[in-house]
């Protein structure tokens, strides 16, 4: 396994195999299988709405996936801009965050804090995040990636796919 170093996040799920099967079919944005509730007004910034498609009907291979955790002050595009490599190969499904989630629970970031993946929403990049909130579950929120909020307290995980071999 490559060590993967960069200023803004250190792998946390070391050499475990984190698969995420392969993925056929469209996908609509409220379609989250009972597995998290959709915070609708972060995705009104992408014109969409809860009937809207968000995943083309693009079949996605068999992946590994890694977890990440940031270890300092960061926006999103530096987090995910800090790992050396072109910021496509970074990017999920909506089907594979999914996937991701019913079959990895235990890497999703607890106490609030968020877990973050990058996708494409209407050909955008966004990033995903889904938080614990004690009254609902998990949230997901959508973010642009050139946010320009510095996150700059507690922690938070980003599920890439895999970097290193």
Not at 26 to 46: A, M, Q
Not at 132 to 150: H, T
């Amino acid at each position: 396994m490559l060590d993967i170093k960069n200023e803004f996040t250190e792998l946390i799920s070391g050499s475990e195999e984190i698969i995420i099967d392969e993925c056929r079919g469209s996908d609509i944005l409220e379609n989250t299988e009972g597995l998290f509730h959709i915070n609708e007004e972060s995705f009104r910034k992408f014109k969409l709405k809860l009937a809207d498609e968000i995943s083309p009907n693009i079949p996605t291979d068999k992946i590994s996936a890694e977890v990440y955790q940031r270890k300092k002050d960061a926006t999103l595009l530096q987090m995910f801009g800090s790992f050396g490599t072109d910021i496509s190969t970074l990017c999920m499904s909506w089907k594979q965050i999914k996937i991701f989630c019913k079959k990895h629970p235990m890497w999703l970031c607890g106490g609030g804090f968020g877990t973050l993946f990058i996708t494409k929403i209407n050909g955008e990049y966004a990033v995903a995040s889904l938080n614990l909130v004690p009254s609902i579950g998990l949230r997901m929120s959508a973010f642009p990636l050139e946010e320009k909020y510095v996150f700059s307290w507690g922690f938070q995980h980003l599920v890439v796919p895999r970097l290193s071999s």
